[in-house]
């Protein structure tokens, strides 16, 4: 796999883990019982996205390093 390959494909592995992690531990501010003015009560009180790239970071290289194993070693 080409460093241009592994970016691509690392890229699309990250962009999908997010939108896999992006739920986790989301409460609505309906469900935390305060709604600021002008928002949706279904928003998200704490969205946390920072620890959550973090997370995708980490799960996404490890899926990585498995695609690039199988890539590298075994003949398919």
């Given amino acids: 796999m080409s460093i241009t390959g592994g970016i691509a494909v690392y890229f699309v592995i990250w962009w ?10 989301v409460h609505s501010q309906s469900e935390g ?3 600021s003015d002008g928002t949706d009560p ?7 996205l920072l ?7 980490v799960i996404a290289a490890i899926i990585f390093a498995g695609v ?9």
């Fill in 16 to 25: 999908t883990v997010l939108f896999a992690v992006l739920p986790f531990g």
């Fill in 33 to 35: 019982g305060a709604v």
């Fill in 42 to 48: 279904g928003a998200p009180q704490a969205p946390l």
């Fill in 51 to 57: 620890k959550k790239a973090l997370a995708t970071t």
């Fill in 68 to 76: 690039w194993y199988i890539w590298s070693f075994i003949d398919l």
